[in-house]
């Protein structure tokens, strides 16, 4: 079982910048995928950036350029470093840690509680 607490969020201004924290207890952090999604009022769920445990990223088309993921295995912590915020990275923030198994058997996924991002003047 893991646990993740996210922190972080808030409100900015456009063209600000947050850190959003996340971290994770249980399990083997460094051994795991990682990643932080966002989901805005009516839509889905999105990818924002991923993390795996031999440091390849994987950015949004839509945040690339403006935000950078990276990983503290020793605090097993994952951070999201965001600049220049648009009012259209408002959203809920979610931390995804994604536990493959073997073939044949279905990853295991444990998210965090969410936190609130609200680009706004």
């Known amino acids: 079982q893991v646990q993740l607490v996210e922190s972080g969020g808030g409100l900015v201004q456009p063209g600000g910048s947050l850190r959003l924290s996340c971290a994770a207890s249980g399990g083997i952090f460094s051994l795991y995928t990682t990643g932080w999604y966002r989901q805005a009022p009516g839509k889905q769920r999105d990818l924002v950036a991923s993390?795996?445990?031999?440091?390849?990223?994987n950015i949004a088309d839509s945040v690339k350029g403006r935000f950078t993921i990276s990983r503290d295995n020793a605090k097993n912590t994952v951070y999201l470093q965001m600049n220049s915020l648009k009012p259209e990275d408002t959203a809920v923030y979610y931390c995804?840690?994604?536990?493959?198994?073997?073939?044949?058997?279905?990853?295991?996924?444990?998210w965090g509680q969410g936190t609130q991002v609200t680009v706004s003047l």
């Open positions: 995804n840690v994604n536990i493959k198994r073997g073939v044949g058997t279905p990853d295991i996924d444990y």
């Open positions: 993390i795996t445990s031999g440091d390849s990223t």
